[in-house]
């Protein structure tokens, strides 16, 4: 064991020499099997964090046996500090626990934290000894710990300026952390709650059950105002190269995203969870073969400091996935898209997603940027009731990534402001609309298009279109439209050719009022 500091930190690095490996190891192996069941959720509801704490460690320690306070009146980091000792499992008894300065282990084997019905109890900003940014940092980058398990606790930040990061974890091979409750607005400006990272490409881990559903406030309305920019992420792990899930997780509004785990290098799940009302982002996912599934998005209050409220926002490789999520906005901030995927987004996956979009500024639905990859929408629905906008945007005229609409349901009363009318905008050639549903009444009599398409060599397939002024606008070339029923409720025509549309075929279709265009 080694101690020392490092830029006014306190330190214990656990050393890893070969023949202390091996004994460590076989005790670890022993545990493997209650402790993958419970990171995997296979223990029984009756199976307490505790009694999975006593399997796989050479050691087990009662906290307040050993010292530790567990009133609230005394900082129990200085008994940590005297504890700390690699393949042990620390075991907090029901108490409040205050910590007035951050209890850091790297370059651990093995160790775990487990509360049973424990609550931490940070100091306020200005009583917080040392960085006032942390209460647990378990591993860094450069020295990681191998594998971690923080389990059971309840944390207490209802007190005036005691937002704090409960805990920072960097580990190589193995991370577990479940049932972390954050009471209290994250309100110091600093670091938000979590930030993890699995820092080798073959390490795996699951955050299950986080949960800070009270958020954070924006930095120029706490203590630490001018320090930083916007203030807290909710969960951090931007910088994970192992393949990293989050299970049924919880956020609040947080200023600066909500959940926040994009890096080409690492994979991520994002499974189950409610996330509600983050600046930038609530739900914001890059890396190859990283997926989004079950979750529950909500936009439902703007601060003063909100600029966009995006609730899914996908980056940063290809083959990313969303399935099986509701959105909700009905307080958006203008250009708040329901789901974005971004230009470093090689390919993208849509499945089962419903999203529901109110109010009264300009909002749009699903938005492909101009550079992102293929990208398929299948058995998805948006329901949009705006000022303007387009439940779906497909940008980029000049990209050769198409985009597969399978499913696809529009409908909604929207508004023209700002010149968005359709309820779907597709400026990229050789794209694919297959058993399409679009439905543009207009808000208050205003003139909305079902199907606008700018590019070229489009098909529409098995589509019902009707719109309060065009079904189908063609401004492209070489587009098909076969088997679709186009009807406009305000007596123009089913279909419109604009002059530079050229090559437009349409065949088999049932066209109410006729083709505007047509030579």
Known sequence: MVNGSDAG????????????????????????????????????????????????YDDVVDVVEAGADNTGSE????????????????????????????????????????????????????????????????????????RLTFDG?????????????????????????????????????????????????EGTGVVERFRAPDGGKHIDET????????????????????????????????????????????????????????????????????????????????????????????ETGEDLLVSDAEITITSPQPTSHALSVLNTCESAHIEDVDVDIEGEAVNHGIVISPRAG?????????????????????????????VLAEGLRVAGAAGDTAGFRSGIRCERNGCEFTDLEVDQPGRDGVDRDALVVTGENATVERATLEAS?????????????RNAELESTGDEAGAYLAPEATGSTLEENHIHGGVRGRS
């Open 153 to 201: 606790f309840d944390v207490d930040q209802t007190a005036p300026d005691t937002g704090i990061r409960v805990i920072e974890a960097s580990v190589s091979d193995r991370l577990e952390v479940r049932d972390i409750t954050i009471r209290g607005v994250h309100d110091s400006g600093t670091s938000g709650p979590g930030l993890f990272a699995l820092t080798d490409p």
């Open 9 to 56: 930190e306190r330190i214990a690095t656990g050393t890893r020499t070969t023949d202390e490996r091996s004994p460590n190891r076989r005790s670890f192996l022993r545990g493997t099997a209650v402790a993958g069941a419970a990171a995997f959720g296979l223990l029984g509801a009756g199976t307490t964090s505790g009694a999975a704490s006593r399997e796989g």
């Open 469 to 481: 002024r065009y079904p189908y606008v063609d401004r492209g070339a070489d587009n098909l439209v």
């Open 223 to 314: 203590v630490h105002a001018g320090n930083g920019w916007r203030g807290p992420i909710g969960i951090e792990a931007n910088t994970n190269v192992g393949h990293l899930e989050f299970r049924d997780c919880e956020l609040g509004g947080f200023p600066d995203n909500g959940l926040y785990a994009t890096n080409e290098d690492g994979t991520y799940v994002v499974e189950g969870g409610t996330f509600r009302n983050s600046n930038g982002a609530n739900v914001r996912i890059g890396g190859s073969g990283s997926e989004i599934r079950g979750v529950t998005v909500e936009v439902d209050e703007t601060g003063p400091h909100d600029r966009s409220q995006r609730p899914i926002r996908l």
């Open 374 to 402: 293929e990208t398929t929408i299948r058995e998805t629905t948006i329901t949009h009731e705006t000022a303007g906008g387009y439940p779906v945007w497909i940008r980029g005229a000049d990209s050769r990534d198409r």
């Open 75 to 146: 900082s129990i980091t200085p008994v940590l500090e005297e504890l700390r000792s690699d393949d042990t499992a620390f075991v907090f008894p029901e108490g409040r626990y205050y910590m007035d300065s951050q209890f850091r282990f790297t370059g651990f084997e093995n160790v775990g934290f487990f509360g049973e019905d424990a609550t931490l109890v940070p100091a306020d900003y200005h009583a917080f000894d040392g960085p006032q940014t942390r209460l647990f940092r378990l591993g860094v980058s450069y020295n990681p710990g191998g």
